[in-house]
């Protein structure tokens, strides 16, 4: 069996290995090499040196879009998680209907993220029409408006996640230290908690990645509205690249720096993460 496995391998890896340079790897490297030219199209692309990264931190909608996305993050990240894991945690009491509920608060992670942006942009405009202002009126509005929505969608995913590590933690562990006196929260925070931290872990990454990356709900939700002032990084870089004329060599910078920023701050939390995960 082994031996037609190595023998085969390689005729059912081609077709994805194929597909994987075609579409990811060339294109990646290209996007890199355009990074340092000043173009309009890749056939007329001139080299230009490192000028282009040095036009990305004179653009003040590029730094105010960062420090804007890293606050969005920390909000998502924490609220996300907390919020889902709680839920986790009274789902998995044996509470009567807990699957319905488990059904009902998954169904939003399968709707796509530009329906949800105009779904939620109907819901807040709405509500704030009684205050004769609308989502677009402060960057305020439109940061903590991504805020729920991005919740709303991302607590039933993750809180499968959570469920999945919650049922796997071994029950004799819970009776042994309620035997030995431990109150819920002493539990929580010596038993549960640390068994669960391969979930802590996926539920961070993946809460992280999709905040930074965030682009539809932007889109759809404000469209950075109002004067860009609620403008992720992604939806930055699209308008740099797409509603700048001659500027399409920066905005293929200022990816070529998110692309590096995204996975530096996944690469520091999944070593974080991970080093408590065996120290457990």
């Known amino acids: ?5 190595k023998k085969y391998f390689p005729i059912f890896a081609l077709p994805t290995l194929l597909a994987f340079v075609t579409f990811f790897l060339i294109p990646f490297i290209l996007g890199i090499y355009l990074s340092f030219c000043e173009f309009t199209t890749i056939t007329d692309a001139a080299f230009v040196g490192v000028n282009n990264y040095f036009e990305i931190f004179k ?8 420090w804007y996305t ?3 993050t ?5 609220t996300i998680n907390v919020i889902a894991f709680t839920v986790a945690m009274l789902l998995t009491k044996g509470i009567k209907g807990t699957n319905v509920f488990r059904t009902v608060f998954f169904m939003p992670n399968l709707i796509g993220g530009i329906v949800l942006g105009y779904i939620w942009q109907l819901i807040f405009n709405g509500v704030l029409l009684y205050f004769n202002k609308t989502l677009t009126f402060s960057a305020s509005y439109g940061f903590w408006g991504l805020v729920i929505l991005i919740n709303w969608q991302q607590i039933g995913y993750m809180m499968i996640i959570y469920i999945a590590g919650i049922q796997n933690i071994p029950t004799e562990l819970i009776e042994a230290a309620k035997i030995d006196g431990a109150n819920s929260t002493q539990v929580l925070r010596n038993v549960t908690l640390p068994m669960v931290m391969p979930s802590i872990t996926i539920c961070t990454f993946l809460t992280l990645t999709n905040s930074f990356k965030l682009f539809d709900q932007n889109l759809a939700l404000t469209a950075g509205q109002p004067a860009d002032r609620s403008e992720l990084l992604a939806l930055n870089i ?4 797409y509603g700048r004329t001659g500027w399409e060599g ?6 070529v720096v998110f692309f590096i920023l995204v996975a530096l701050i996944a690469l520091v939390q999944l070593r974080l993460t991970r080093g408590k995960e065996v120290q457990q």
């Open 59 to 66: 653009d003040a909608t590029f730094i105010h879009a960062l």
């Open 250 to 255: 920066v905005g293929q910078a200022k990816a």
């Open 238 to 241: 699209y308008n740099t690249f």
């Open 70 to 72: 890293a606050l969005f």
């Open 1 to 5: 069996m082994e031996k037609s496995m």
């Open 74 to 78: 920390i909000a998502s990240v924490l």
